[in-house]
């Protein structure tokens, strides 16, 4: 049993060694307590799997410890790989002595591949992506509830009271999280604002309840409704707990995201899941009469109606998104504007009071090898290249038009920069309206040619 293993090994720690006996003992394998060593992959295997409890011990007496089958092709797997285990790292154990998670530290990953993920975890030094963060490697009972803790005190639910020239028009609720002490509250523009018959933003009155009660009466600073991104702040004289923004560049699918919010006005909800896609864009959501292409993260959190607003967390307790909608006729599709994208955005509303679009009148599109090889088998003098951004269409009037951009170009290098995505050149300008930028592009037969740009900023009826 595994409430007789642990303390096996606890007795006998002390005189451990890597002497192994392949003698039987009523038929099964017998390892004197000399072969467990401290710190050995054979010590730290055993004492998981009898705290996962899904291995038992047969027999345990002063001088050998007999196993059943299943361990001890377990612990051979383990000594024909030659791994070693640090015995700091290798168990996290909680009060009760029981194992939470079980690591293996190896320079090549692809030797642990054929062990079961649901009971060891490996950490790679070559392995691509691995988080630095001892805390969030390692999936225990209380990962998603110490990440959810963490934030939860500031998220607040938000209740909007819309009316015009004294009329009452509706109520709006959502959600929203804290970014600093001061009361600057981070949300979705659609929550707090709407936009009237005459297209002016309307600010109605925001009513701010904290997760213990308290409640404060908001005021809309800033919203943008491409971004879908607002500023709510709320006065106090006591500082309020405030969420640790993350980044949301490195994510990848399969990574475990926390949502939090008040859905249907039911405050102090967390919900999880898994990123699903990152940089999900607009137009494959079918957003339709936006031009500008946005980004957002999808997952399978379950969000609902006043979930808007709310942050979603990694298991660091870091905010790498804000939740935005839901897939209506589909369960588990959720969709979250990336945490960067909302820095970008609140930094223009700090620099210029509102977000600032360079607008070249071009319309884009990305370019893989399936693209390129399709292409040339339609047209055999499209350009000889590997990657870019083709341009199939160019606003007449436009800064594009007069710079002398023509349907068919292959964007190749932007600003000195080699372009592989539109998000790329969208970055490159950031908000850089009236600035020359220098563009390479590539034509029919493999001409090039050195363009000169310069943007001018984009009406907001255009996005």
């Known amino acids: 049993m595994a409430s007789r293993l642990l303390p096996a090994f606890r007795r006998s720690i002390g005189v451990f060694s890597s002497n192994y006996q392949g003698n039987k003992l009523g038929g099964f394998p017998k390892y004197s307590r000399k072969s467990l060593r401290k710190g050995s992959a054979s010590f730290f295997a055993l004492a998981a799997a009898a705290a996962a409890g899904f291995l038992w011990l047969e027999r345990y007496d002063e001088t050998s410890i007999t196993l059943s089958p299943q361990l001890h092709h377990l612990l051979m797997h383990f000594w024909q790989q030659g791994l070693d285990c640090n015995y700091q790292s290798a168990m996290q154990t909680d009060v009760s002595g029981s194992v939470n998670c079980f690591r293996t530290s190896n320079t090549d990953a692809s030797d642990t591949s054929s062990l079961s993920s649901n009971h060891f975890q490996t950490e ?37 009271t819309q009316g015009l020239r004294g009329m009452f028009l509706g109520r709006s609720i959502g959600s929203g999280t804290i970014i600093d002490s001061n009361g600057t509250i981070l949300t979705n523009a659609h929550v707090v604002a709407e936009f009237t018959s005459a297209g002016v933003p309307y600010k109605g009155k925001v009513v701010v309840t904290l997760q213990d009660g308290r409640t404060f009466d908001g005021e809309v600073i800033n919203a943008d409704f491409h971004t879908d991104i607002a500023v709510v702040r709320i006065n106090t004289k006591v500082p309020l707990p405030a969420a640790k923004l993350g ?75 804000i939740n935005t909608m839901k897939a209506l006729a589909a369960d588990g599709v959720s969709f979250a504007i990336p945490i960067d994208s909302v820095i970008k955005t609140v930094e223009h509303f700090k620099k210029h009071g509102r977000v600032v679009r360079p607008w070249l009148g071009l319309k884009m599109l990305e370019l893989n090898e399936l693209i390129i090889a399709q292409l040339k088998e339609r047209d055999p003098s499209f350009p000889d290249v590997t990657e870019g951004v083709l341009v199939p269409q160019v606003t007449p009037g436009s800064p594009a038009h007069r710079s002398g951009f023509r349907p068919g170009d292959v964007v190749v290098q932007f600003d000195g920069k080699p372009t592989k995505s539109i998000k790329e050149i969208v970055e490159i300008m950031g908000d850089k309206v009236g600035v020359a930028f220098k563009v390479i592009v590539k034509r029919s037969n493999n001409v090039q040619e050195t363009l000169t740009i310069v943007p001018e900023e984009a009406s907001p009826n255009l996005f």
């Open 124 to 160: 790679s030094q070559n392995s691509v992506g691995a988080s630095p963060k001892s805390d969030s490697t390692c999936l225990t009972r209380h990962s998603i509830a110490d990440a959810a803790a963490k934030v939860a005190p500031a998220v607040v639910n938000l209740t909007v």
């Open 247 to 321: 980044s949301s560049s490195k994510l990848r699918p399969g990574d475990w995201v926390i949502a939090l919010g008040c859905p249907l006005s039911l405050q102090n909800t967390v919900t999880a899941g898994i990123v699903s896609y990152v940089d999900r864009k607009s137009s494959d959501l079918g957003l339709g009469g936006i031009r500008r292409e946005y980004y957002y993260l999808q997952t399978d959190c379950a969000i609902n109606e006043g979930s808007s607003g709310g942050p979603l967390v990694n298991l660091d307790g870091e905010v790498i998104g």
